[in-house]
């Protein structure tokens, strides 16, 4: 059996974004000192954050997300809603939407 690439997985998964009002928020420039290992980048399992090598920042990406909490359990700052980080759920009834059968 092929193995699906996670573009693959997500698209199989619809999104209703909400564009002005990012359910995740985190401050790039302070992620340069990271407390918690940037263990988001490396568990995130939609890949939404990555880590700018040219611009020693981290970037992130809310459209996409899959709302399975793990970034917020990680990452010292998300758990504990440090200043310039925040992780709710979306608001509106956006969001995802999975699929299944
Ligand atoms: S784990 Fe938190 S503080 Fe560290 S890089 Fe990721 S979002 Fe930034
Ligand atoms: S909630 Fe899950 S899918 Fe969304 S950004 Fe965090 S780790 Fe990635």
């Not at 940037?38 to 954050?49: D, G, K, N, V």
């Not at 359990?73 to 925040?86: I, Q």
Request: glycine share 8%.
């Amino acid at each position: 059996m092929r193995r699906m690439k996670i573009d693959e997985l997500l698209s199989a998964t619809t999104f209703e974004t909400d564009e002005h009002s990012p359910h995740i928020v985190i401050d790039p420039q302070a992620c340069r000192t990271c407390p918690s290992g940037r263990a988001c980048e490396f568990s995130c399992p939609a890949q939404r954050y990555l880590w700018d090598e040219a611009n020693d920042v981290m970037t992130f990406d809310h459209v996409g997300c899959l709302e399975c909490g793990n970034c917020r359990l990680v990452c010292d700052r998300l758990y504990e809603g440090a200043e310039g980080y925040s992780w709710n759920y979306p608001e509106n009834g956006s969001g995802v939407s999975y699929r299944f059968g």
